[in-house]
């Protein structure tokens, strides 16, 4: 066995370097292909970092009565953080809110109007986010579905003057995250087979460039193992060689990649931290195994005869 | 035991088939004793002592073989051949007349329609894939267009039908050295086949056929593509294999070698054997 693999992997060197014209178009293509996987990776993981960003900006604000004590506010806020689909609550109060509205006031460089106010006429509210935006409506019925006994409020929380219905606008970013998903799992799946087919058909052409030596290797009484392996370790090697250099030119690249990535979602605070891993995985695992596949594919067609 | 088809069998239905002479009928068992002491010495010169090997049946057998190809074309019909270790067969016929065929049917490259190919005691068209290498080591092929590799050395080419077989490396050295000693290529072993004639690529080719220590060597054409002088050396070193013990099957349309060497001539026509003639020439002699 040991002088099996040997005997495989001694002729995938010779047969890398003694066609090495056919070898280094099969690496080179290997290359391009996997930056162009490895790319296409990166953004659309940036995109579903987008996505995942403005989806988790969807939540619920319920505005309070004004004579709601202590006591119902956090009984209220209770019941809700234990609703499954809920990630977290956060109280509102009348200060806040008028707090955040000076602010807001501020930071869009209006004057502050509420010093001619007599009182405060802000709403106390507690803000709901979701695990997932698409709970949004089972969420709000269950807070807010029909008025309560005396007309106003809410039915099913006392406590609840009214909910902010937003579902149109949740089910518009709804669709645009959904189909910006889809597109971006179909591009990828698209560029994926792309490098797949030009891959296998690149290593396809290695091979085929030497049919002679397997045409000889089969009439001399080579086994199917024989003739199979040393031309599996070869597309193994390309693909290595090839994921290699991809991730050579990706890793001299990543700072000003880095750069551009900052700069261009900037105003998200993404979580980039696993990015480098999952590429380097990508491109040695798809360099690997299109490699193999297209040596195994190759091959076959000349033992099958 | 004898003969399950005698060489002459199948021959004598057919009214145009040529009567073979009386030496082609011999018996299996005086077969036998003929090849006995020429095995031995071909196992001296060539090396590599066979085991399990039963010098009582002929190396090759068909028996109402018919090959016809998915496209309807009959390629072989109904073609019975006995071949006996050590013998030495040209195989000759015009193109198409299913030699190529032939050749594919023994070599496991195709399977028979109909009937029968038996190698070395083995029916191919009942054989496992998995035991068709092992079989394919029991036959040298050479071919018209050599089939070197030519970014390997003389003496890899040789050693490369030993190595893809997972020959021990110990064994491969004094088995390409000695093959390429029998057929007078030592001192070019380091040479690639572009620094060499056609005579000599066609002579490392009859060497890798025959570092397995083959029960048969078949010749596709070998003197195709060689001058008249170089097919006559050729010719001689096959021989000289022959007489070493190593049955040939030779199919050619070389008729000066054919008519000169009077040895035993099959010759096929539209798929069928139209005459089996030993100390024949290349055309039939009325």
């Known amino acids: 066995m040991i002088g099996f693999v040997a005997f495989s992997i001694k002729r995938a060197w010779q047969g890398f370097w003694r066609n090495a014209v056919m070898s280094i178009a099969a690496t080179a293509t290997m290359v391009l292909m996997l930056l162009l996987l490895a790319g296409f990776w990166i953004i659309n993981t940036g995109l ?3 996505l995942e960003y403005t989806e988790s900006k969807v939540n619920i604000v319920a505005d309070l009565f004004d004579n709601v004590t202590d006591r119902q506010v956090q009984d209220l806020m209770a019941r809700v953080e234990a609703m499954p689909e809920v990630a977290t609550v956060h109280h509102v109060t009348r200060e806040e809110a008028l707090q955040r509205f000076k602010e807001s006031r501020r930071a869009e460089r209006e004057e502050d109007l509420t010093r001619f106010l007599d009182s405060n006429p802000f709403h106390a509210s507690i803000e709901i986010s979701l695990t997932d935006a698409e709970h949004y409506n089972v969420v709000q019925n269950r807070l807010c579905s029909e008025p309560g006994p005396t007309g106003k409020g809410c039915a099913e929380e006392p406590a609840i003057e009214s909910v902010k219905n937003q579902r149109e606008l949740v089910s518009s970013v709804l669709t645009v995250t959904r189909f910006l998903q889809t597109a971006g799992a179909v591009a990828l799946l698209v560029i994926g087979m792309i490098v797949l087919f030009i891959i ?4 396809r052409l290695a091979v085929v460039a030497r049919a002679d030596e ?8 080579a086994s199917d193992a024989f003739i199979r392996w040393p031309f599996v370790f070869e597309g193994a090697m390309v693909g290595l060689l090839g994921a290699g250099l991809a991730l050579g030119i990706l890793g001299t690249a990543a700072d000003q990649l880095g750069a551009f990535m900052f700069d261009f979602f900037r105003v998200l605070p993404l979580e980039f931290g696993g990015l480098a891993r999952d590429v380097t995985l990508l491109v040695l695992g798809a360099g690997l195994g299109l490699g193999v596949l297209g040596s195994w594919v190759s091959v076959r067609t000349y033992l099958i005869r | 035991m004898a003969l399950p088809i005698a060489p002459s069998d199948g021959v004598g239905a ?9 030496s082609v009928e011999r018996s299996l068992s005086a077969i036998s004793s003929e090849v006995t002491p020429a095995r031995s010495v071909r196992e001296r010169l060539l090396g590599g002592g066979r085991s399990g090997v039963r010098a009582d049946r002929p190396v090759l057998v068909l028996h109402d073989v018919t090959k016809q190809y998915p496209n309807g074309k009959v390629a072989l019909n109904d073609v019975d051949l006995v071949i006996p270790e050590g013998d030495f067969v040209f195989l000759v016929g015009p193109s198409g007349a299913g030699k190529s065929t032939l050749i594919k049917l023994l070599i496991r490259d195709e399977v028979a329609t109909r009937g029968a190919v038996v190698l070395d005691g083995l029916d191919l068209a009942r054989l496992a894939r998995r035991h068709v290498p092992k079989v394919r080591r029991k036959i040298g092929i050479v071919f018209q267009d050599f089939k070197l590799l030519p970014r390997k050395s003389v003496w890899e080419n040789v050693a490369f039908a030993l190595e893809v077989t997972g020959t021990p490396r110990r064994r491969i050295r004094p088995a390409v050295d000695r093959v390429l000693a029998l057929v007078g290529l030592t001192a070019q072993a380091r040479q690639h086949p572009h620094q060499l004639s056609g005579g000599e690529q066609q002579r490392t080719a009859i060497a890798r056929a025959l570092v397995h220590d083959p029960r048969l060597i078949i010749a596709d054409e070998p ?8 097919s006559w050396e050729l010719i001689q070193l096959l021989l000289r294999i022959n007489e070493l013990g190593v049955t040939v099957l030779m199919a050619t349309h070389n008729a000066d070698v054919v008519t000169a060497l009077r040895k035993r001539v099959v010759a096929l026509e539209e798929g069928r054997v139209i005459r089996d003639e030993v100390g024949g020439a290349y055309h039939r002699m009325d």
């Open chain 2, 14 to 22: 057919d009214p145009v088939r040529h009567v073979p002479e009386p």
């Open chain 1, 200 to 203: 296998v058909n690149t290593i």
């Open chain 1, 214 to 221: 397997i045409e000889i290797m089969r009439l001399v009484g």
């Open chain 1, 48 to 50: 579903l970092a987008g």
């Open chain 2, 223 to 230: 003197t195709g593509n060689l001058d008249p002088l170089i």
